[in-house]
């Protein structure tokens, strides 16, 4: 007869690995992972299987409602940006508050002198996107004063 403890501990290790290899994606977010040899893959939401030692999370990226307070000498104010393509994006997310807050100043030098506002601001947001839309990120609004 077998003796049912190495087969419960067995059992136990086989659990314990699906428990780990399973993730779960929030809606609104993506994942971006990386393998040992370098190859990324992308997950949406829902429910996926990661393999544990293989696979880690690079990113979790945030879709909607990205916020980057800018402040500087001659403005103030919020950009707000969704992802569009995360794995695009995966690249340049954690450097994106700085990469706006560096470029603004410089479009707005660079551009006529608005006296309106929301002229300045719906022109800062074409440049940006403009900018932006190769690397999976959409600018949606840009408030500054």
């Given at each position: 007869m077998h003796a049912p403890l190495p087969w419960l501990m067995l059992l136990c290790v086989v659990m314990a690995l699906i428990a780990v290899s399973i993730r779960r994606i929030p809606e609104g977010h993506a994942y971006t992972l990386r393998r040992v040899g370098g190859q990324m893959r992308t997950l949406g939401a829902g429910l996926h299987l990661v393999v544990p030692l293989l696979e880690r999370v690079a990113h979790k990226i945030r879709?909607?409602?990205?916020v980057v307070d800018v402040q500087t000498s001659a403005f103030k104010g919020r950009v707000y940006f969704q992802v569009l393509d995360a794995g695009r994006a995966d690249g340049v997310i954690d450097a994106m508050a700085d990469?706006?807050?560096?470029?603004?100043?410089e479009l707005a030098a660079s551009s006529c002198t608005e006296d309106d506002l929301a002229t300045r601001n719906l022109h800062l947001k074409a440049e940006l996107n403009r900018d932006f839309s190769e690397r999976g990120v959409l600018i949606t609004r840009v408030q500054l004063s």
């Open positions: 879709l909607l409602n990205n990469m706006l807050r560096q470029r603004i100043p």
